[in-house]
């Protein structure tokens, strides 16, 4: 997977969440494929939680730069406002078609966080609209081919799983995660995941997907 | 995925399963990975269709010798007759002890025809025991790391899918199904399927699969 | 329905399921088709519940004779004991052979009650070899094209619905149900059932079923 | 089915929905019941898929006479832009009380398209408006007792199924869907999908619906 | 249970939602713990259903006289209207944030009445909303640790349940009802169903709860 | 929940497994109720993993010390090969009319993990034998009222759940699991998640349970 694809879109819905299920992934990418493009995008800014906007917006930077990747994007929505509808789904089509990634990475429908269900239930609708001609969007039309989704619910877990070894760029994760400093107690317990996942697989650490469609 | 995997084993509960539902990606794996295994094991003898068992045991052994595949066993278990319970398990866990694949490929559990059912039943179970050490298996244990169903019940659709691309070699796979003379009325149906699920992905056709787990 | 149906199976894993929860349905049935077919197999003999086993008997007798149906066989396997595997359905596809019904009546596989889920995950199974050709089967093979499932759990709904309306038999019914002399205090709470389904529908009292397959 | 029911209403959410979902069994409901009404409404102006406005538009209305409907309207909201909530279930509540059908026959609410499952879901709702008394609606009250669903998305098999033989009007099903001009290559994979239903059933073509609740 | 948790909020959608799935255990609430909060809140005005807005506000208000609550909102949103959306889930966070409850009990999303639906998810939002730190909200934030869910709709029945065996107060729990007198024939199979879950649990009456979460 | 009921019974499939799923169940059971009754019964000799079965058994009886249980029967069936039978069944029933619990804590049906999902399975029928009156049981018939599962499949996590918080006898715990001196490595990340699930509910470590059946 990681030698066959030429490009990636992961969306996030708050500062972090791209980090913390798929930082280990996106190092990865880069020592497997040195010309694979990737873009992040961050859907809202993140002012329900710990530590103010500014902040976080910052501990992102940072990350962005560890992560060497091609885009970093902050739409800020408001944090806690997700809604599921058309205009979500518009948005999210809309950075399909500007991308035009190979695989788009993101959160599952079945997420109990109600901004992550958001994000994933719009998903499913701008994959289908990235595709089609509506006229009220931007850009050519893109079929996106490969999706994948975070467990970024770790208590629903998918029966259909892609675990990435991420046993190697480990050391990198944790030094990536201690970046987000007004976040630390919330990140840690996620690390410990990514152990477990490991474990499953029998290595250091792992980081789990769900796969959605992918095409070989 | 078809070049970083180096052996697989397709365990099918009769005659053509494998063919019908992964022909096309044996023919892929040969193309991408001149080294790569491919070991097949069907369950029945197919007694309960059409034709004789001693006709569908001849036109396996063709569509064998087209496939070239490293190992071609047939079990001989009574064709509609597979309960899932622990001996049948253990048949299971003992082929992935003895062929060690790195990528297994069989039946879903929620297959409604119920040898298949059976078998994707009694494979979860397998692959456990295949890990763990009960003195009454044979060979050493064996962790089978990526496990991929056909989805030989086609109303019985998976909501993640991997699909493989056979448009290259279709014309092979419809060579290679023409073999099962006695089946043909049975089969073709499933061909048409390749043509729709490769419409879904914009090539000519394709074979679908549920992940279990792939590790990259 | 159910004019253009000619011939039922009912199949009930205890004396007093078929009455329970079809006896309204076999009412209407004679009313709307004089000349179709209605067949009954009771599998157990009913000595877990109360009442002894002749008394459970003659008290389904009794309810044949009411019901004027064209055969009433006890298979007599012991109560609470019924295992989902090749065994059973091999009886129930006997039972769809020798009958070869239209329309096949029987528990649902997720029922709470373990004997009516044996029976149904069993059926499931049964449908299926009693159209292939497995020699160890008695009798012609036979396609029963038309499902329909008791919902016996009434704590596990049906999606699906089929409602039968049986205000106009409800009085015989209750007739009918008053023979189980051993069951009254179990059988009247789904009575009841029968008119919170009337009520659903707009009219005095309706039985429910979960369509399985149903071909017009 | 047939013969019982005397009014019938499909509500697609593009032009052809209507047509190639569920063609055949208009047909022969005509062909059975000479005195039933059939109405016809689609949602959305096709604009986002192949061919104007227009040209579907005049497709549609030369499939309207081929079935000879007693009504065909369009509601002309955006193609692609549905969103489930009140107001769309209002519009089809509205529907429901304008034509009070016996049968409803839509798109259920699990349809991966986006437009499919705003009008499944809102159906649901829709259902239960048209039955209440909100002084929001139009047209006197109504209860539907009767709702079939597409098999829209072929991904999504139910688990309870009505088939409907429709190889006796299947010759026309195809000139009806031949109208379509603009959407030959999308539509036929679901006319391949009609024979393959017909074969599960023993017979030259079937046309697959999920039903939700039917009263005999 | 009763003993140990201090404060309780009821959400209704409609008047008597509380009094007819949980009446039963506010009046067992009161007799094991004296110094229990209750709180109730009816999000719509009742005027979809039978008898006048200001009709069921009465009715409501003899009820909540003889349930001795601590408080009963009415928030007056209009009857068979209620959307999902970030807009009712702040309405039922500012709820949770007002009464920082120990339990709250509420409709479940999978209910099949819309508005019951409607609360049932806004709830799981809401539960998420009141907890972080918004600034659209009012008031401190609070974790609402404990929450039942109704079983509002009898046919989408819990696999995980919680009886309270309400026979010691279920007369009073029949007065209570009885205040309801424009409802009285939809509410009386509720009644019944209260008699049918106390038998699955071998008492005279019982209401029936879906746990979310418990915390001992 | 802890003062309320007065005997428990805990099945797990092997040693180690009632102590890491509710070790601290049990130590919080004996604070706040001296007279509960608890009996563990462990139904495998724990051949197919790490150590020999009699250190195993050595480990479980230090561990039934530091519980203070009032029984700890083993039953040495064989490690990996329990099939969910009637057989199974039988054993657990008798367990059940044996102790006779308020409260029977087990493993889920739904457990990746073949032993616990044959005795998840067979309990639901045990729980209805225990019940019934079938003559091939032993003892006098018992209905257990209240059911918990474990959460002993960490992937299959429960949408319903009962937490305990564990905080006061954490350490305990600890000490209590680093008595399965050849299990640490595979208990250790158990415990990790009794952190995470601390953290959910804000405390420092916590058992998660799946609430099946309780009674109030």
């Known amino acids: 997977m990681l030698t066959s694809f030429s490009s990636y879109l992961f969306v996030g819905a708050h500062p972090d969440d791209i980090e913390i299920w798929a930082?280990?992934?996106i190092f990865k990418i880069h020592e497997r494929n040195k010309t694979a493009k990737v873009y992040c995008v961050v859907l809202t800014d993140g002012?329900?939680?710990?530590g103010s906007v500014q902040e976080r917006y910052e501990e992102s930077m940072e990350a962005a730069k560890m992560l060497r990747v091609d885009s970093y994007e902050f739409l800020n929505?408001?944090?806690?406002?997700?809604?599921?509808?058309?205009?979500l789904s518009k948005v999210i089509a809309n950075l399909i078609r500007k991308y035009k990634p190979d695989v788009l990475v993101t959160h599952p429908a079945s997420d109990k966080h109600p901004d992550h269900a958001a994000v994933g239930l719009a998903t499913s609708k701008a994959?289908?609209?990235?595709m089609v001609s509506p006229e009220f969007?931007?850009?050519?039309?893109?079929l996106c081919r490969n999706v994948l989704r975070f467990v970024s619910d770790p208590f629903s877990s998918p029966s259909s799983r892609v675990y990435?070894?991420?046993?190697?760029?480990?050391?990198?994760?944790?030094?990536?995660?201690a970046k987000f400093k007004t976040q630390l107690d919330v990140l840690e317990p996620y690390l410990q995941l990514n152990e477990l996942y490991g474990?499953?697989?029998g290595v250091r650490a792992a980081e789990l997907f769900e796969p959605e469609v992918l095409i070989f």
Chains 1, 2, 3, 4, 5, 6 share one sequence.
């Open 199 to 201: 474990r499953m697989i």
């Open 127 to 130: 994959l289908f609209l990235a």
């Open 47 to 50: 002012s329900a939680g710990q």
């Open 164 to 177: 990435v070894d991420i046993s190697e760029v480990y050391e990198m994760k944790k030094e990536l995660i």
């Open 77 to 87: 929505f408001k944090d806690a406002s997700l809604d599921f509808n058309v205009e």
């Open 23 to 25: 930082g280990g992934l």
């Open 137 to 142: 969007l931007d850009y050519e039309p893109h």
